[in-house]
Each structure stands twice: as structure tokens, then as C-alpha cells.
């Protein structure tokens, strides 16, 4: 497998936002989107066998664990992975862009699905990752706009996911004031989480391995 960084801080997104938790960002992605904040992560890394990843991991004493990358996916060896993981004790959550099948991971991993939006230049065509999600996965919309944030409202709506599952949007980073989004989520009755990227507003928005 390769891997880019392996570290441990504190979620800094999702309803999991401000635990311990430990991350494994791993090389390569597929997408190319404007907004992305870890291109660092699209090439080079390191070759890691799974056994070493585990023990790095153990190392720590939280036993949550969130997959990412780039587009974790493209490891072939991630549901093995991610079962050796859940064997060990940990919770494992992935974060995917949901444009490659998840049905391979093992059914108790934590899928968090970035569906990707207009703004973000890669928009989702693929959505039968909606179907294979249930209540403790979470769907997420990075919003570039207002027009941004009325095509995921449609999506959301169309799919009839409110209540299903957690759902969670955020505003680009500088592109979209958090106060804007909040009006916009509060007149439109969203059933859903304002996710700001906290450790953006910790360490900063440059920092790496945090």
C-alpha cells in the first residue's frame, strides 16, 4: 500500500469532528478538484505493508482510525485493511468521493461519501453509492456557492436522505463565508450538519499531519 503521512490529532470534519482520532492518508487520487487541500497527496509516498500500518497505528492510544487520501479506494488492499484494523479493536471510518464501489469494504467501517459538487470541477456522476450507505455512514457537500449549495439541496431532497443518514456541508474554505451557509441551511429547513474544517481554524490552513 502507499501511503503518504500516518498521524494522530483530532478529527477535524464530520459529526466525529473534534475527537481523537488517528489518520492514515494514503497516495493517489483520480480527482482533480479546484478546492482540493492535500494535492500533496496525489503522487510519491511510501510502500507499507498492512501489518506495518497496524502497528503503527497501535502506537497510540485512540482506537479510531479514519482512511483517506487522496482517494483511499484505489488501494486494493484497503478492505484488508480495514478488517485487520476492525480485528485490533478499532473503529475505522474511510473517506471516499464515492465515484469508486465501497461494497468491497467490510459492512462495520464508517463511510464518509464526499459527493462532489459543480464547484469543485469534478461533479459526481456516479450515485449508486447513495444505495449502498446506511444509518451510521455520512454523506458530505463541499459548496463553492450558492449555487453550489441549492444542487446538493436538490440532490438531497430527490434522494429522500434527509433522516437517513447524517448529512454534512461545508463551505469551501475562503470561498464560502460559514455565516452565508448557515442563513442558506437555516431558510431552507436542511436537516443537516454545518461542517466547518476545525483543524483548518487550529493549526492552519497549510499545515500538513494534522
Not at 10 to 39: H, I, K, M, N, W
Not at 65 to 85: H, I, M, S, Y
Not at 128 to 155: G, H, N, Q, T
Amino acid at each position: 500500500m502507499r501511503v503518504t503521512e500516518i498521524f494522530h490529532s483530532l478529527q477535524g470534519e464530520t459529526s466525529r469532528s473534534g475527537l481523537p482520532c488517528s489518520f492514515v492518508r494514503f497516495t493517489g487520487c483520480d480527482l482533480r478538484c479546484g478546492y482540493c487541500d492535500t494535492a500533496y497527496a496525489f503522487e510519491g509516498g511510501s510502500a507499507m505493508t498492512r501489518e506495518a500500518i497496524v502497528d503503527r497505528l497501535l502506537a497510540w492510544p485512540t482506537r479510531f482510525v479514519t482512511l483517506t487520501g487522496g482517494e483511499p479506494l484505489l488501494q486494493k488492499e484497503l478492505p484488508e485493511l480495514a478488517r485487520d484494523l476492525l480485528d485490533r479493536g478499532f473503529t475505522v471510518a474511510v473517506e471516499t468521493h464515492g465515484q469508486l464501489p465501497v461494497t468491497a469494504l467490510p459492512p462495520e467501517v464508517i463511510k464518509i461519501v464526499d459527493i462532489k459538487t459543480p464547484g469543485s470541477g469534478e461533479v459526481a456522476k456516479e450515485l449508486s453509492v447513495l444505495d449502498a450507505l446506511d444509518a451510521k455512514d455520512e454523506i458530505k457537500f463541499v459548496v463553492c456557492s450558492r449555487a453550489d449549495f441549492d444542487w446538493s439541496l436538490a440532490l438531497i431532497r430527490k434522494h429522500g436522505l434527509e433522516g437517513r443518514l447524517p448529512l454534512l456541508i461545508s463551505p469551501s474554505f475562503e470561498q464560502v463565508d460559514p455565516k452565508d451557509l448557515a442563513a442558506w441551511m437555516l431558510e431552507a429547513g436542511l436537516k443537516a450538519r454545518l461542517n466547518l474544517q476545525i483543524h483548518k481554524y487550529i493549526w492552519g490552513a497549510e499545515a500538513q499531519g494534522v
